[in-house]
């Protein structure tokens, strides 16, 4: 995919509090297409709440959140989660992939939601799994995963609908340290791949420098904004 095509994701002026806890306060950036960002900061500093903002899960008591030419904070709530499932895809901690499911209904799962036929959101599915490595193990459930054949099946769900953003929420929080590496060299390469930039939110400094930008929140502020090399 030419990254180029893609949109900037941008953020300018956000402000949030909870009752009177201020949580982020006037944070600007943009986030080019194609392009790994960390998001690091102490307990509390107001990372998830950024990246919150970014999705459009919440909205900014200030400032405004834009996808190229699509308001994010602006828009109803309906577009919102439209917005989400349609450009941008997600990485959760614990992979939140439905145990009732195998891993290619797992994966297929955004693109049936986006009304796509069954036949093809399967046949997309398989392709992506393919890709990641995991051919074979398509009608396996999560409870037959190893955690990084399931934190793969979470990546491959994640990028299945050619998203232009892919959040990541402390990926390998539930992973032990070879495992979330590897994690980690698969989400940078697959984002990569496809054009799509990165914003993963971690505590973790190995995590962060996977990525080729690293953005620090403290007291809901942006402390330090600056490009690293990337363990890849």
Partial sequence: MNQS??????????????????????VSLD????QSVSVMGPSG????????????????????????????????????SRLRLERMGFVFQDGQLLPELN???????????????????????????????????????????????????????????????????????ALDQATGAETMRVLVAATRAVGASLVVVTHDPGVAAWCERHVEIVDGRLAADHRLGTAA
């Avoid at 986030?31 to 194609?34: D, L, M, S, T, Y």
């Avoid at 998830?48 to 959140?65: F, K, M, N, W």
């Fill in 31 to 34: 986030i080019p297409a194609g």
């Fill in 45 to 80: 500093s107001g990372k998830s709440t950024l990246l919150h903002c970014l999705a459009g899960i919440l909205r900014p008591d200030s400032g405004e959140v834009s996808l190229g030419d699509e308001p994010v904070s602006l828009s109803s709530d309906a577009a919102r």
């Fill in 5 to 26: 095509c893609e949109p900037t994701l941008s953020a300018r002026s956000l402000s949030r509090s909870f009752g009177d806890v201020v949580a982020l306060d006037q």
């Fill in 103 to 173: 891993a290619l209904e797992n994966v297929a799962l955004p693109l049936l939601l986006q009304g796509v036929a069954r036949a093809e959101a399967l046949g997309r599915s398989a392709g992506v799994l393919a890709r990641l490595g995991l051919s074979g193990l398509e009608k396996r459930r999560p409870g037959e995963l190893s955690g990084g054949q399931a934190h793969r099946v979470a990546i491959a769900r994640a990028l299945v609908g050619n998203p232009a953003v892919v959040m990541a929420d402390e990926p390998t929080g």
